[in-house]
């Protein structure tokens, strides 16, 4: 049971590139989270999905988006990444307030 | 959750000691509240959970405090040991599903 993965682990972007986050889970949960964590700081709520084909902003969604065509994936997309962006993202999903998360993404903006 | 600073609060305990973890948190509304454990290069883990309609539970080893009065919450970890290390995150939730994390703290256990 692998639980909640997260791909890829490690990502160095240039200033104005895209890219996509992609968080897999095995549980068959409803709920399923992005977050970002800085040096500092707990966690803040980028977005999240109540079920598929359902996405909601959080916290911090500007220069985020997301999509949740399957129940078990849920996306992360930077469409024009900036040094600010620069942070470890971690995927979390629940079936109730408990939250089981990935291992996390450093993400690197230079 | 806890107060947001640059630098992470740190408690320093002898192995074998217990600790005790602390967490203010700010909306009176909240009902729910988590403790995550957090070890390096790794995702947060649930320890243990509380509802508003408790002031305290129990699991192996960790203790859950809550004080609705002063909006205070505590973990309590019994005989610490080097595999507890870890930063420790106290969370909120008011209902739905935007759960508020503390800033954390960070847990060295001396052997």
């Known amino acids: 049971n692998a639980g909640v993965t997260q791909t890829p682990k490690f990502r160095v972007l240039k200033t104005g590139q895209s890219m996509t986050l992609l968080c897999a889970q095995d549980?068959?949960?409803?709920?399923m989270y992005w977050y970002r964590q800085d040096p500092g700081m707990g966690l803040r709520l980028i977005h999240y999905s109540v079920g598929e084909g359902t996405t909601a902003k959080g916290e911090v969604p500007d220069g985020y988006n997301v999509s949740r065509l399957k129940k078990q994936n849920f996306l992360l997309g930077l469409e024009s990444a900036a040094p600010s962006q620069t942070s470890v993202y971690f995927c979390?999903?629940?079936?109730?307030?408990?939250?089981?998360f990935g291992q996390g993404t450093r993400l690197t903006v230079v | 959750g806890e107060s947001v600073g640059l630098h992470l609060p740190t408690l320093s305990v002898q192995e074998g000691d217990n600790s005790i973890i602390n967490c203010a948190y700010s909306n009176s509304a909240s009902d729910y509240f988590i403790w995550y454990k957090q070890e390096s290069g790794k995702g947060p883990q649930f320890i243990i959970d509380i509802r508003s309609n408790m002031d305290k539970r129990q699991g192996q080893r960790v203790t859950v405090l809550l004080n609705k009065t002063v909006k205070h919450l505590s973990l309590q970890i019994a005989a610490t040991q080097p595999g507890d290390s870890a930063v420790y995150f106290c969370?909120?939730?008011?209902?739905?599903?935007?759960?508020?994390f503390g800033a954390g703290t960070r847990l060295f256990v001396k052997a």
């Open positions: 979390a999903s629940s079936y109730n307030s408990e939250a089981f």
């Open positions: 549980m068959n949960h409803e709920y």
């Open positions: 969370a909120e939730n008011t209902g739905g599903f935007k759960t508020i």
